[in-house]
Every structure is written in C-alpha cells, then in structure tokens.
C-alpha cells in the first residue's frame, strides 16, 4: 500500500505560494502526513489526497471552506473517500483515532472523502460536526 507523501499534500503549492509556507507549517505538515498514513496502514485502505495544505487566496475559493480551516495550517487533510469506506472504518474504530491522534470531521459534512485533523476542534470530540 503506498503512502501519502508531502508532494501530494502540498499539490504544488509549496512552489506556488512558498513565501506562505513556514518551517512551522512544514513540520504540521510531516505529522500531519504521518498520523494520516498511520490510519490508513491500520486501516488497510489506500487513498488520495483530495485537499492538503491550503494558501490563503486557494483557500478563499473552496466551496464552504472557514476562514480558519486548520489546512490552512497544515494540521488537516481530505482524503479521497468515494465510498465511504475509510469514514466508516473512522467510526467503528474511534480508540484508533485517538491512539493515531487523530479527530474526524463527521461523515455526514464530508461525503466522498474523509477530514481528518491532528488537533482537537474547539468541543474537544474525537467525531465533530463542522
């Protein structure tokens, strides 16, 4: 199974927008990408990233994006999910999130692809509604 490497996260955008791209961000970035592939190892599913680090002026045109996204930060990733398998294995297996260290934005606001973040949201729920 191949894993998510920070070309895909960065889809380009490190050379578009580098000036906007920290070393800080740059290290979100790596644990990010580990914890991601962490879950998808122990979930034995392979996946795409659908949306990693997002530039400001990117962010600004995703549809429904907040001004705060935390992949604006490099601390979230989409995950290509068309089934909704990798969501439902997320659900079932809630200890495995937390032991990666990871909180998951609930499949009801993300069908097709699955959110993941490496930080608590603001209820401090392993499973929130955005």
Same mark, same amino acid.
């Given at each position: 199974m191949g894993t998510i490497t920070l070309a895909q996260y960065f889809r380009g955008r490190d050379a578009e927008h580098?000036?906007?791209?920290?070393?800080p961000l740059k290290r979100n970035a790596e644990v990010t990408i580990a914890r991601a592939n962490a879950l998808l190892q122990r979930a034995c599913i392979a996946c795409a990233v659908n949306s990693g680090w997002r /530039?400001? @002026?990117v962010n600004a045109h995703v549809p429904n994006a907040s001004p705060r996204s935390l992949h604006?930060?490099?601390?979230?990733?989409?995950?290509a999910d068309p089934d909704?398998?990798?969501d439902a294995w997320c659900m079932s297996h809630l200890g495995e999130l937390e032991a990666i260290g990871l909180w998951l934005e609930? /499949?009801? @606001?993300t069908p097709g692809w699955c959110h993941v973040q490496i930080v608590p949201p603001p209820s401090g729920r392993r499973v929130f509604e955005p």
């Amino acid at each position: 199974m191949g894993t998510i490497t920070l070309a895909q996260y960065f889809r380009g955008r490190d050379a578009e927008h580098g000036t906007e791209l920290t070393e800080p961000l740059k290290r979100n970035a790596e644990v990010t990408i580990a914890r991601a592939n962490a879950l998808l190892q122990r979930a034995c599913i392979a996946c795409a990233v659908n949306s990693g680090w997002r /530039p400001r @002026a990117v962010n600004a045109h995703v549809p429904n994006a907040s001004p705060r996204s935390l992949h604006l930060t490099c601390e979230a990733i989409d995950l290509a999910d068309p089934d909704d398998r990798l969501d439902a294995w997320c659900m079932s297996h809630l200890g495995e999130l937390e032991a990666i260290g990871l909180w998951l934005e609930h /499949p009801d @606001a993300t069908p097709g692809w699955c959110h993941v973040q490496i930080v608590p949201p603001p209820s401090g729920r392993r499973v929130f509604e955005p």
